[in-house]
């Protein structure tokens, strides 16, 4: 079953907390990106992962940072959270450049 | 940069009728984009609809399809006849041969079909 998964689902935070967002992928696939949704601006790419400890900054970094250490395994870290990190946070996957990006169901949080 | 204009939603539509969601992009790359259309229903995430990687072709996809037109930088999404089970947010995106680079999005458009 071909599936990216994010964990949690949900996640309400205090500012200045640190923040760790898991993803996984049963596909073995390659190259990994983290993206946020905010209403008005679609999605927007933070990071992209090649392979394990591969990783590209994309259009929004800033903030954030991530860690791959292994090929199924994708974590984005918010230190210190801010306000306007509030976002729906979504996983997605790729197994070479011409093949569908498969998306996990997403994270929402809430930094308060 | 890239960028990906689609129809506004939220779109209400009755079931049985037809359906239209606009989509134009603008790439800054010379090479020609791949489109794809994806869909994201209640507590899901986005899944693929359907994609075009050649100018002029159409894609087709569980009673939609979209034709990518390089004159007008089009890639329109249409269902002749929609069902309830059709309500979802839909995403008009392009993206390249490159696994470097993500996909550009637009900003969805929400359709809620009633009965």
């Known amino acids: 079953d071909m599936k990216v998964t994010q964990m949690p689902r949900y996640l309400i935070k205090r500012m200045g907390e640190n923040v760790l967002l898991e993803c996984g992928q049963d596909?073995?696939?390659?190259?990994m990106y983290w993206y946020r949704q905010d209403p008005g601006l679609g999605l927007q790419l933070i990071y992209i992962s090649y392979d394990v400890d591969s990783n590209s900054e994309g259009d929004i970094p800033k903030g954030y940072r991530v860690s791959r250490k292994k090929r199924e395994h994708f974590s984005l870290i918010l230190d210190s959270a801010k306000t306007n990190q509030t976002s729906v946070y979504f996983c997605?996957?790729?197994?070479?450049?011409?093949?569908?990006?498969?998306f996990g169901k997403g994270t929402r949080l809430t930094v308060v | 940069g890239d960028s990906v204009t689609q129809t506004e939603g939220p779109v209400t539509v009755s079931e049985s009728e037809s359906l239209i969601i606009n989509c134009t992009y603008s790439?800054?790359?010379?090479?020609?984009?791949?489109l794809f259309w994806y869909v994201r229903y209640p507590g899901e995430g986005l899944q693929l609809l359907l994609k075009v990687i050649t100018a002029g072709q159409k894609g087709s996809s569980r009673g939609f399809e979209a034709t990518y037109n390089k004159e007008t930088t089009s890639f329109h999404l249409q269902k002749a006849s929609v069902q309830e089970s059709d309500s979802a947010v839909y995403y008009c995106a392009l993206g390249y041969n490159n696994y470097a680079q993500g996909l550009t999005f637009g900003l969805g458009t929400r359709v809620s079909v009633f009965p």
């Open positions: 997605a996957s790729r197994q070479g450049a011409r093949t569908e990006v498969f």
């Open positions: 790439a800054t790359s010379i090479a020609y984009p791949n």
């Open positions: 596909m073995s696939h390659e190259t």
